[in-house]
């Protein structure tokens, strides 16, 4: 396979001759994706053993937390607080633009009863696609921040590594 330097205009990937549809700063992040799936499968972005492995490199040992109740909320907030990997993601949900996708869990503000609020990190560093997506905040950097009720609604649950 040889490569001219030109992306046709319809791929999803590296946009080199349409900077305004992707930043070339994401090609790696593409390529390194592309090339795990083909040396691993695709073992499904959102699963605890798959994704907490590859961004931690060590050994798996993760609590799910399928529900969100009282309990699961006291063991989200808790993890964040003392800096422990967490990873969540949605399945048939869609967030953005983004399906069967894992999310990074790195932060929470406001009153843990009334207005909590969860901040994700895309690892593809976007905060959406799609035409005519707008980020949040003004910035699409792959930080979005959720209401507790977004992140219920959404999120098939989270990991917890131990």
């Given at each position: 396979?040889?490569?001219?330097?030109?992306?046709?205009?319809?791929?999803?990937?590296?946009?080199?001759?349409?900077?305004?549809?992707?930043?070339?700063?994401?090609?790696?992040?593409?390529?390194?994706?592309?090339?795990?799936?083909q040396a691993y499968g695709n073992l499904g972005s959102s699963s605890n053993t798959y994704?907490?492995?590859?961004?931690?490199?060590?050994?798996?040992?993760?609590?799910?937390?399928?529900?969100?109740?009282?309990?699961?909320?006291?063991?989200?907030?808790?993890?964040?607080?003392?800096?422990?990997?967490?990873?969540?993601?949605?399945?048939?949900?869609?967030?953005?633009?983004?399906?069967?996708?894992?999310?990074?869990?790195?932060?929470?503000?406001?009153?843990?009863?009334?207005?909590?609020?969860?901040?994700?990190?895309?690892?593809?560093?976007?905060?959406?696609?799609?035409?005519?997506?707008?980020?949040?905040?003004?910035?699409?950097?792959?930080?979005?921040?959720?209401?507790?009720?977004?992140?219920?609604?959404?999120?098939?649950?989270?990991?917890v590594r131990q």
């Amino acid at each position: 396979m040889r490569f001219d330097g030109s992306v046709n205009q319809y791929d999803t990937g590296t946009a080199v001759n349409r900077p305004d549809r992707v930043a070339e700063y994401e090609s790696w992040v593409l390529l390194m994706h592309r090339a795990f799936i083909q040396a691993y499968g695709n073992l499904g972005s959102s699963s605890n053993t798959y994704t907490l492995h590859n961004a931690t490199g060590g050994p798996v040992r993760a609590k799910y937390y399928g529900s969100f109740d009282y309990n699961s909320k006291v063991a989200l907030v808790n993890a964040i607080n003392a800096s422990k990997p967490v990873v969540t993601g949605v399945e048939d949900a869609n967030l953005f633009g983004a399906t069967n996708h894992a999310f990074a869990v790195v932060g929470a503000r406001g009153d843990f009863f009334s207005s909590l609020e969860i901040l994700v990190y895309n690892p593809w560093g976007k905060d959406g696609q799609g035409y005519g997506f707008q980020p949040r905040d003004g910035r699409d950097d792959g930080f979005i921040w959720l209401t507790w009720s977004e992140f219920t609604s959404v999120m098939d649950g989270f990991w917890v590594r131990q």
